[in-house]
């Protein structure tokens, strides 16, 4: 494996459902990153962790939470999503947090029915 | 309050046709600027980092300017295989943490 890859690709799920999306960098890098990206909007930054510590919560609801076990893996947790939640998240990686070339894996397409 | 504006939102044009994409952006001291392009149902791919104002970067056909409000991607003898939705994101000189503030980007569409 190269590169950032993240699983599933895609995601179908109730609202009531827990699920998990997972990233794994194999590049060295010591950032990592969750986007969100919703149709005819910017990406939107909802974590960041450095050195497997977060340094970055962009104001996101608690029915996400995300988990860095070390610097080259990120989950995110997902529980009581609702359907606004239906979108594309990425997953980012870069050398370190403060010059800040990230490289974004495929991303997994969640749907919250 | 840190903004980036693209434009225009879709640009169409004939294979050959060179144009150029803009990034205008308001932030509080910039760190760097990227340029990303995103396929459909993919990541975005890092194209380039500018730093500072009249830097220039090049790869094939495009080329990326920096001045100290905008940078411009430029696209010469656009082809097909072009075609992709660009994205422009700034990092802010304050932010250690690596946040990037992205624009909505550009979908740009080269017909043969």
């Known amino acids: 494996e190269t590169g950032v890859t993240q699983t599933p690709r895609h995601l179908v799920m109730g609202m009531t459902n827990k699920k998990s999306l997972k990233c794994e960098q194999h590049l060295g890098h010591n950032a990592m990153y969750w986007y969100k990206q919703s149709a005819k909007k910017p990406l939107e930054l909802m974590f960041v962790?450095?050195?497997?510590?977060?340094?970055e919560n962009n104001s996101v609801p608690s029915r996400f939470s995300p988990e860095c076990p070390n610097s080259s893996h990120l989950f995110l947790h997902l529980h009581t999503l609702q359907p606004e939640d239906s979108a594309l998240y990425l997953c980012?990686?870069?050398?370190?947090?403060?010059?800040?070339?990230?490289?974004f894996g495929p991303g997994t397409r969640l749907t919250v029915l | 309050e840190d903004q980036v504006t693209q434009s225009p939102e879709a640009l169409r044009l004939q294979e050959g046709e060179s144009s150029s994409l803009n990034c205008s952006y308001t932030?509080?001291?910039?760190?760097?600027l990227f340029w990303y392009r995103q396929d459909p149902g993919k990541g975005p791919e890092f194209l380039f980092t500018l730093y500072s104002a009249g830097e220039e970067k090049e790869k094939e056909r495009l080329k990326a300017t920096l001045t100290k409000k905008e940078s411009f991607l430029h696209i010469t003898a656009p082809k097909p295989e072009d075609s992709a939705t660009y994205l422009c994101a700034v990092q802010p000189i304050y932010n250690q943490g690596g946040k990037l503030i992205f624009g909505q980007g550009t979908e740009l569409s080269v017909k043969p």
């Open positions: 980012a990686s870069s050398p370190s947090g403060r010059y800040n070339e990230q490289f």
């Open positions: 962790y450095n050195f497997k510590e977060q340094t």
């Open positions: 932030v509080s001291g910039l760190r760097g």
